[in-house]
T-cell receptor, first 114, second 115 residues
Framework: DTAVSQTPKYLVTQMGNDKSIKCEQNLGHDTMYWYKQDSKKFLKIMFSYNNKELIINETVPNRFSPKSPDKAHLNLHINSLELGDSAVYFC?????????????FGDGTRLSIL | AQSVAQPEDQVKVAEGNPLTVKCTYSVSGNPYLFWYVQYPNRGLQFLLKYITGDNLVKGSYGFEAEFNKSQTSFHLKKPSALVSDSALYFCAVRDISGNTGKLIFGQGTTLQVKP
């Protein structure tokens, strides 16, 4: 059973397009996150939600919009894709919002912009 | 501002030898520290954490880490390395500002264990 699953695993698209990445967790966790990992493997938080409420909103272009229909799902929609958006995007979840508990990561979505 | 540094981009050890992956941190207050491992084409996996208590923390796959407050370090260790330990290792510290649970990650250290 996959604890945190992301779809799609690979996403290749043209500059200017709009795309979505979906994430689901079956761990019963309250908090979910989106991270971006760049080509140098540097990992940076983008957003977090706790019980469908936005908690963390880092300095991310407003072309990126997270949506949490329920606490088990956190999707990421990206408008007007740019070359610099090419990266691996990871979804994660944790039991609480306080940061005491480990985060569980999906296997990532590899986004390539042509 | 909270920060974490991993001074080595790469660590190479022979199989069977002890390994150390270094991490230093800068936080105001008591740190919450974590180690994660990332295998190729996979997400990060939690190894261990230090919140409070014993300075020597034991984690998954035989790894342990030692919290040293005076040196502001949290080095990851294993007594005997395996080839399968080859991966990318991240140290992280919880950002205590705002109580959002945000983790600040180091830049990662690639561990290469040679047979």
């Amino acid at each position: 059973d996959t604890a945190v699953s992301q779809t799609p695993k690979y996403l290749v698209t043209q500059m200017g397009n709009d795309k979505s990445i979906k994430c689901e967790q079956n761990l019963g966790h309250d908090t979910m996150y989106w991270y971006k990992q760049d080509s140098k493997k540097f990992l940076k938080i983008m957003f977090s939600y706790n019980n469908k409420e936005l908690i963390i909103n880092e300095t991310v272009p407003n072309r990126f919009s997270p949506k949490s229909p329920d606490k088990a799902h956190l999707n990421l929609h990206i408008n007007s894709l740019e070359l610099g958006d090419s990266a691996v995007y990871f979804c994660a979840s944790s039991q609480d919002v306080g940061g005491n508990q480990p985060q569980h990561f999906g296997d990532g979505t590899r986004l390539s912009i042509l | 501002a909270q920060s974490v540094a991993q001074p080595e981009d790469q660590v190479k050890v022979a199989e069977g030898n002890p390994l150390t992956v270094k991490c230093t941190y800068s936080v105001s207050g008591n740190p919450y520290l974590f180690w994660y491992v990332q295998y190729p084409n996979r997400g990060l996996q939690f190894l261990l954490k230090y919140i409070t208590g014993d300075n020597l923390v034991k984690g998954s796959y035989g790894f342990e880490a030692e919290f040293n407050k005076s040196q502001t370090s949290f080095h990851l260790k294993k007594p005997s390395a395996l080839v399968s330990d080859s991966a990318l290792y991240f140290c992280a510290v919880r950002d205590i500002s705002g109580n959002t649970g945000k983790l600040i990650f180091g830049q990662g250290t690639t561990l290469q264990v040679k047979p």
